[in-house]
């Protein structure tokens, strides 16, 4: 559904070699649980239906996902912090159990460019929580995601890189991205692009409205995660 996805994207070479060490991860791109209202953005936590909504996922199908990569590549947001570490019963569900999980904190998932005074702000203030394609119609803030994407799938690529150590030939892991609307399907479609998925894949991103403690499953196809 929707406008003709009008794909501007050219493969970057290097920015494939950074993303070489996902090869052995299908990749889970989870948006934080609900959240109440705070002094700034940074500071918003879940609510007790966020919390809620976490443990939900577990049981809808974070325990589907197994074997999970026991680094989680996170927001510094504590929304998305906690929304991993509820869903993934607190390490309970990585590979090596909680003596092995961790969160990664990759900074450039939280990002402000939706903040008041920039193009990104005044779209989101006109569109709110809308599908990916809905941004992607204005050029300059397209441009912005897509800067923002690769920057953070590199940040991602350097945990997956850290798990990639201990996996043995020929085996493979879930790794688990926690971030925000709208950027979080910024992330998924570009990594569905570098693996040259067909354009239904990549349409499924577009077309999707991430909910919140919901997202995508990037591996050899697209599917969506939800409650």
Known sequence: GGAPFRSCFVPNPSAAMKLASLAAFNVAFIRHGNTGPATSDLARALTPKGRLQAAAARV????QLT????LVACSKASRCVDT???ALGGGDRVVGGKGAFRI???DSIYDGSMQPGSSASEAFQSLGYAPLRA???LDDVRAQLEEYAETCMGEVAAVAEKCAEKLEEGDSQTLLVCGHAVYLPSMALHLAQERGLPQKA???I???NTEEASGFL???GVELLTL
């Open 60 to 63: 809808s199908y974070v325990q």
């Open 67 to 70: 074997p999970i990569a026991p």
């Open 84 to 86: 991993a570490t509820i």
């Open 104 to 106: 990664e904190v990759c």
């Open 135 to 137: 941004y992607h119609q």
């Open 202 to 204: 990549l349409d499924s």
């Open 206 to 208: 577009l077309d999707y």
């Open 218 to 220: 990037v591996g050899s």
